[in-house]
């Protein structure tokens, strides 16, 4: 009982650092759905129309990239691997690099020229080299989609191209956009070496890439992310930036010129900045409890879980952290076992309180290790 008493109460107390929502505000943001999120807690921090399901164009290839970089990262895939490019690659529309059949581009240049040039060729190309075929792919996607919980989400093709099916049922939201760029972006950081590329070239220089998300070259800490364009979805854009240790998306959807989407995203990143921090108040040193007949006399105390908060940027300069340590602790000890608990406050409120658990186990001495102990005890008091 007492230790799911204790389950109970380390639950509640790391509960203040989930992600909540932060209070609707009014902004003039165009495009038909648009959505801020803090993209280490995943706060929403503003919305509009955020679970209406649109097409989103090539702002698609944003699951495209985490799946391929999710393949590298797992090593089924490495960045000099060569890929072929199919007829179905080279027949792709739209933003490409002009593949012809039978080519072959190393797996870094594919993915710098997705990113940077949204090269709907390439796109399919790794597609057909991860999965078989773009629709085996597109099953990953809509799976991945899921495990994100990304409801109103369907894919039908890899690229965001509104031909075919895709017209009619290739939808995702300005949520769930942000959803999966998140997770791009905070597993797989090295896809920012990529996504914040300017200018470029592959085919040994031959031929030029320019980013088609101009915030790239024009705002401050942007690390990204993706451009979309279709006449049927309009001009789509998940953009990411990092400033004073805060990231944000802002994704909109729908607007009716690249110039609108760029200023609507910059004035939602320009929002986030302005209003909110993120925050990850550090452990003390010396967080140590001692330890009454254990092998060892003392355990470490480490946080349990992520200390980061989004809070109010008027809340930073006042924020301070209290330890709150048991005076003792019996062995045996097991890792992860409650020793205190540290509490996070911007003046007399409370923020969050965070539990204090043991680095690691300490064994109970025994009879024998007790008896030792006493034998050197009396042998240390003779020599006194």
Not at 169 to 183: C, G, P
Not at 343 to 371: C, K, M, Y
Request: charged share 20%; hydrophobic share 45%; glycine share 8%.
């Amino acid at each position: 009982m007492k230790r799911i008493l204790g389950m109970l109460a380390a639950l509640a107390l790391t509960v203040a650092l989930l992600p909540v929502r932060i209070q609707a505000v009014e902004l003039d943001v165009a495009g038909k759905s648009a959505v801020l999120m803090d993209i280490q807690t995943g706060t929403v921090l503003y919305e509009k129309n955020a679970h209406e399901k649109l097409s989103p164009a090539s702002v698609t290839k944003v699951m495209t990239m985490l799946l391929i970089m999710e393949a590298i990262d797992a090593g089924k895939i490495g960045w000099d691997d060569m890929v072929t490019a199919s007829e179905a690659a080279a027949a792709k529309g739209g933003s490409q690099v002009y593949l012809k059949v039978g080519e072959t581009m190393s797996v870094r240049d594919m993915v710098k020229s997705i990113a940077v040039s949204s090269a709907n060729d390439c796109a399919c190309a790794m597609a057909e080299h991860l999965a078989g075929s773009e629709s085996g792919f597109v099953e990953q996607m809509n799976g991945k989609a899921k495990e994100l919980g990304m409801n109103d989400t369907n894919f039908v093709n890899c690229t965001g191209l509104d031909d075919g099916e895709a017209a009619e049922n290739h939808k995702t939201s300005a949520y769930d956009i942000a959803l999966m760029s998140r997770e791009l972006l905070k597993n797989h950081p090295k896809i920012k070496e990529f996504t914040t590329i300017w200018m470029d070239t592959i085919r040994n220089g031959e031929f030029g890439l320019s980013n088609t998300n101009k915030l790239v070259r024009f705002y401050s800490g942007c690390t990204g992310l993706k451009t979309g364009f279709t006449s049927g979805a309009g001009y789509c854009l998940s953009a990411s930036a990092k400033r004073e240790g805060m990231e944000l998306i802002a994704v909109v959807m729908g607007c009716e010129t690249s110039k609108e989407r760029n200023a609507a995203c910059k004035s939602l990143l320009d929002y986030g900045f302005a209003n909110f921090a993120y925050i990850a108040p550090a452990l003390p040193e010396g967080a140590v409890v001692p330890v009454t007949l254990g092998r060892a006399d003392s355990v470490s105390a480490i946080v349990s879980g992520d200390t980061g908060l989004l809070i109010d940027k008027a809340q930073k300069s006042s924020v301070t952290t209290e330890m709150e340590l048991l005076p003792s602790v019996a062995a045996p000890v097991s890792r992860g076992q409650k020793l205190g608990t540290m509490t996070i406050r911007s003046g007399e409120q409370i923020l969050a309180q965070v539990p204090l658990v043991a680095a690691n186990g300490v064994e109970r001495l025994n009879w024998g290790d007790l008896f030792v102990r006493t034998l050197k005890q009396v042998a240390m008091a003779g020599e006194n």
